[in-house]
């Protein structure tokens, strides 16, 4: 059985920063793309960055300029680092990851950003 976990979320001040990380674990032959979405209150998930096994990586507009994101294929892990956060960050951050050909989301992990 797959499992994709997220962890690293927690309560930063506006300006600071969280690295946040996804790890896939179980029986796995291969994984694709690692995909980061968060979902704030009452609004869709959006999609906030994503890399490949190669190390491409794509953001969006939002985001672009104060995220980062990375991959360790040996750990089979995901990281999204944010710095200079804004209370408009605040979400539940998912992972998402193509594992084995499929699909599989993590629980997500809350962040939320004071002002």
């Known amino acids: 059985q797959v499992q994709l976990v997220e962890s690293g979320g927690g309560l930063v001040q506006a300006g600071g920063s969280l690295t946040l990380s996804c790890t896939a674990s179980g029986s796995i032959s291969s994984i694709g793309a690692m995909d980061w979405y968060r979902q704030a209150p009452g609004k869709q998930r959006e999609l906030v960055a994503s890399?490949?096994?190669?190390?491409?990586?794509i953001y969006s507009d939002s985001v672009k300029g104060h995220v980062t994101t990375s991959r360790d294929n040996a750990k089979n892990t995901a990281y999204l680092q944010m710095n200079d956060l804004k209370p408009e960050d605040t979400a539940v951050y998912y992972c998402?990851?193509?594992?084995?050909?499929?699909?599989?989301w993590g629980q997500g992990t809350q962040v939320t950003v004071s002002s």
């Open positions: 998402n990851a193509q594992i084995n050909e499929y699909s599989y």
């Open positions: 890399i490949t096994r190669g190390g491409s990586t």
